[in-house]
């Protein structure tokens, strides 16, 4: 089984890229800036994104274009976020997103209520 990083930052000519420090599962990352989460994750050896809800499978990033909905991850607190589509920032907190979410349907002709966890 491969175990080595698919993904490998380009050094330009310039030198070394600028790096931003971030935590996945509370464990620290520093990862080339500009890049995005999903690629960020996966050249640090980060595998697993996501479990399935029914089969728990684990899922990581596959399209890297924001189509398949595989890199689904909890940035900052907020579920659901395309890693490949967002790019990293000093200080991220991602996390795993372990099965369904929540999610909470709100007619338009019915008052919000606020749900407590």
Do not use: H, W
Request: charge should be negative.
């Amino acid at each position: 089984m491969l175990t080595d990083p698919l993904f490998k930052p380009v050094i330009s000519e310039a030198g070394t890229p600028r790096s931003v420090s971030l935590s996945f599962n509370d464990q620290p990352l520093s990862v080339p800036a500009g890049m995005s989460v999903a690629a960020a994750m996966l050249m640090a050896g980060v595998r697993r994104f996501r479990a399935t809800p029914v089969s728990e499978s684990p899922r990581a990033a596959y399209c890297m274009m924001g189509v398949c909905f595989e890199c689904l991850v909890e940035i900052d607190g907020v579920p659901n976020r395309q890693s490949c589509l967002i790019e990293v920032q000093e200080g991220m907190r991602i996390r795993s997103q372990e099965g369904a979410r929540d999610l909470i349907y709100q007619p338009a002709s019915v008052p919000a209520v606020e749900v407590q966890p």
